[in-house]
């Protein structure tokens, strides 16, 4: 068992929102009782079951099954806050209170790409990703995505290879693991990286929470990239919203060119940029340019003038 910093509050919200079956209410309950995570939420019973109508072994039974599945987990992880300098700025629709964080959390203060691509790509969609996460990795930009199979796995992996930074954002748990085969690379991630999830130890994985862990990820990116990806596929959920949110978001030449996809000119007409080249991402962080150093004129009067 490891405690942190913020998972008094979580575990109590969490036992809120496993109570009244609601997020947003759960929130507004925190505040109002002003639960700060000092107390179990058992000492708060008199006014929940005065206000919700429920009963003492309901909170109890919330109360006891969440404290019992943060206690197991295993992996050493952080709780970020909404509001803690570190909790990524959203700027999507899907509101997260609670961010649970594994591995190096200061890479949140870093440059970030989200990357994003199909689960079965072709050869091109490899090799775009390929050459555009080892162009961000030179410049030491932090390599963000799904953790996935297909382009989001593979541009962790890239990332790594390179030693660069990577960070994933998981469908599950922090310490579950989507499929067998991500297992490694989930792990040298944990060590190396950084694993982000927006559900807790307490949380059971539900298939629709890829579309919650979607629209996060879309918020908080800085940048989107996507390779490759057909009309319709899952990919979009991630590029479309953060493309509407005003993110940077660029698709690469090869799948612009490629008749079978046919949703991107829509896209770039909305504003979303086609990459000619890996080094086109250099323009989401444009460098600043140098001031011009102003003359001085110096009107001191001179001894010599006129002379």
Request: proline letters at 5%; one cysteine or more.
């Amino acid at each position: 068992m490891f405690t942190t910093a913020n998972e008094g509050e979580a575990r109590c919200y969490e036992a809120l929102c496993l109570l009244l079956k609601d997020r947003d209410i759960a929130w507004d309950c925190m505040k109002s009782f002003s639960i700060d995570g000092k107390n179990p939420l058992p000492v708060y019973s008199e006014a929940l079951v005065e206000k919700f109508n429920c009963s003492q072994d309901d909170i109890d039974e919330a109360w006891h099954f969440v404290r019992e599945a943060f206690d197991r987990e295993r992996i050493v992880y952080t709780v970020l806050k909404e509001g803690d300098e570190l909790f990524p700025a959203n700027l999507g629709g899907e509101k997260i209170h609670y961010l649970y964080c594994a591995g190096n959390v200061e890479l949140l203060r870093d440059k970030r790409i989200t990357f994003i691509g199909m689960s079965h790509p072709s050869l091109q969609g490899k090799s775009d990703i390929l050459d555009t996460v080892s162009e961000a990795v030179g410049k030491d930009i932090a390599i963000m995505a799904p953790l996935d199979t297909g382009l989001g796995a593979f541009a962790l992996s890239v990332a790594l290879k390179e030693n660069g930074k990577a960070i994933a954002m998981l469908q599950g748990g922090l310490s579950k693991c989507p499929s067998e085969g991500l297992l490694q690379l989930q792990g040298d991630i944990y060590s190396r990286g950084l694993l982000l999830s927006i559900f807790a130890p307490s949380v059971k994985f539900e298939k629709y929470h890829v579309v919650y862990r979607n629209k996060f990820l879309a918020g908080i990116s800085k940048a989107v990239y996507l390779a490759e990806e057909k009309d319709g596929g899952p990919s979009w959920a991630i590029f479309d919203p953060a493309l509407g949110a005003g993110i940077p978001a660029m698709i690469s030449s090869s799948m612009a060119m490629n008749p079978n996809f046919t949703w991107v000119k829509a896209r770039e007409e909305k504003g979303a940029i086609i990459a000619k080249k890996a080094s086109d991402i250099k323009k989401f962080f444009p460098s600043q340019p140098k001031r011009k150093r102003e003359k001085t004129v110096d009107l001191t009067p001179d001894l010599f003038d006129g002379m």
